[in-house]
């Protein structure tokens, strides 16, 4: 019977329950204790799941605020234990469902603040944070709350974007396309600490690289994967990063069309489910404090294919977290 072969306090409800109840929290796993204000919401837990529907900070085509309830529904699916990794992930993690990041759609910076603050709260309870988007700009406020916590981080970016673009098209300096030039910039990064996996093209022109390689960053394109390259460069993040306090953020985006079409800026050319997924797994080791998947549109979406991956890979995430925390 599904779950039974559980032994900790709070696991995934069985199928049977699950359905019974007809709620949809992550992967059937109990709610936070939510009622209450600050750290205390999260108290006992070693990960939390944030959903953040906003997607205000898009340029193109928009949906990604319906990502964290189509991205619950999805991963009821997804099972505990991670074969790759021979963990039980919901057994060796205290897991729960945080619920949402509640905010006026039409206020972005709100957003930003609440995002921050509520990332804060999990942080402080010393759990760490996943977080199921809305729309790339909603790193940046997770990145800001545990750098405060942790200290400089090295950032694992996975994209077919650089996300360090400027003000200068829209005359505002906070959307999905800039992320990752606000942290450099804000220097919550630890100086070098980036990885940038799945680039592709057109540029905007042809000094939009320069960015990162000033930072001292490192760049991969996505046409440049394959399996052997994976191996490797799981060893070359892992050597890079050290012990440092590692975010991964995942642009659905990275991967390609054929297989996550539901995005509002997709690209022709990226990598495929099973590389997203072994680059994921390659990195096992690194001390996670901070994950998300960003950039799932379910209106776009197709037979909920890009949901099922979106809701994989956030399961990817905390069985990075789990196999770091059972270390
Ligand atoms: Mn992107
Ligand atoms: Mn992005």
Redesign the pocket.
């Known amino acids: 019977v599904a779950g039974q072969e559980h032994t900790t306090a709070m696991p995934q409800q069985p199928v049977g329950v699950y359905l019974r109840h007809g709620q949809t929290p992550f992967f059937r796993l109990p709610m936070a204790d939510i009622e209450r204000a600050g750290p205390a919401a999260y108290e006992g837990a070693d990960a939390v799941l944030l959903g953040v529907p906003f997607d205000g900070g898009v340029t193109y085509q928009p949906g990604a605020r319906l990502g964290p309830y189509h991205l619950r529904r999805t991963s009821a699916l997804v099972g505990g234990h991670h074969p790759v990794h021979g963990i039980d992930v919901f057994g060796a993690l205290d897991v729960r469902d945080g619920g949402n990041v509640v905010a006026p759609p039409f206020n972005a910076g709100a957003v930003r603040e609440l995002i921050q603050a509520e990332v804060g709260h999990i942080a402080d309870a010393g759990a760490a944070v996943v977080l199921a988007g809305g729309?790339?700009s909603i790193s940046l406020p997770a990145l800001r709350a545990l750098q405060q916590r942790h200290g400089p981080l090295a950032l694992c970016?996975i994209?077919?974007?650089f996300?360090s673009s400027t003000a200068e098209i829209w005359g505002e300096r906070f959307h999905?396309?800039t992320?990752v030039r606000n942290a450099i910039e804000e220097e919550l990064l630890a100086p070098g600490s980036l990885f940038q996996i799945g680039l592709r093209g057109g540029w905007k022109d042809e000094y939009d690289a320069d960015f990162t390689r000033d930072f001292g960053g490192t760049m991969v394109a996505a046409d440049e994967i394959d399996p052997q390259l994976i191996r490797g460069l799981g060893a070359r993040i892992r050597d890079a990063f050290g012990d440092q306090p590692v975010y991964v953020?995942v642009?659905i985006?990275a991967i390609d069309p054929a297989f996550a079409p539901g995005t509002g800026?997709p690209v022709p050319g990226g990598l495929t489910s099973r590389e997203i997924l072994s680059l994921l797994r390659s990195v096992a080791g690194l001390r996670v404090v901070g994950f998300d998947v960003?950039?799932v549109a379910p209106n776009l979406d197709h037979a909920d294919m890009t949901c099922h991956l979106g809701a994989q890979l956030l399961y990817e995430g905390l069985a990075l977290i789990a196999v770091n925390r059972s270390r």
């Open positions: 729309d790339h970016h994209d077919a974007h996300d999905h396309g992320p953020s642009d985006d800026t960003v950039e």
